[in-house]
């Protein structure tokens, strides 16, 4: 497949034709690795999309080129892109102008919603906090049910994110599995 994905993009990002390192990029809501559901795509595009509150305005003006790839899964990242900037002005312009088969719309908006509502778990201090990460303690908490006292300066090592909960937590402390509030710990 990286050789067929190759000759489509003339090894150029699809979405920005960088060609600094590419990867292939299976877009979501798609699982399958298959040439319909992959992009490819150079790595400053993917870490926007991944994280697309650090995204710069200015490097997706070449989406006014590549919204009109004929490859479905070019377009959902472009359609997905243009609505997260459209509040910059030029992207809404530019969304009023895309054509999209509709189901090619609708894979876009159920993995935009995704995107959208994606839960975004983050320390005392505002720092994003991932599944195995190492955090602190900021202050003594009563550990309810355990009879115990978690102190200020206790490490908690690899903690895990509650998917429905951005406040919540989980992890070991002094070998007893809890849930802690992220407002009560920072990322080591």
């Not at 003006?61 to 899964?73: G, H, I, K, V």
């Amino acid at each position: 497949m990286i050789q067929e994905l190759q000759a489509r993009s003339d090894n150029n990002c699809e979405l920005c034709t960088s060609t600094a390192p590419l990867t292939a990029y299976i877009v979501a809501p798609k699982m399958q690795e298959a040439l319909e559901n992959v992009a490819h795509i150079c790595t400053t595009c993917e870490s926007q999309i991944k994280e697309p509150e650090t995204a710069d305005v200015n490097h997706w003006r070449c989406l006014n080129d590549s919204m009109w790839s004929t490859e479905p899964a070019v377009q959902v990242l472009a359609w997905r892109m243009l609505n997260h900037l459209k509040g910059e002005g030029w992207p809404q312009d530019l969304l009023d102008m895309m054509y999209i088969e509709d189901e090619t719309l609708s894979w876009a908006k159920s993995g935009y919603q995704d995107l959208a509502t994606a839960i975004k778990h983050r320390d005392s201090n505002g720092a994003q906090l991932k599944n195995g990460d190492d955090v602190v303690l900021i202050k003594d908490l009563d550990v309810k049910g355990a009879n115990f006292t978690a102190k200020r300066g206790a490490a908690v090592k690899r903690i895990s994110l509650v998917h429905d909960n951005a406040e919540h937590i989980e992890g070991k402390v002094e070998g007893q599995h809890i849930v802690i509030l992220t407002k009560y710990v920072k990322k080591q």
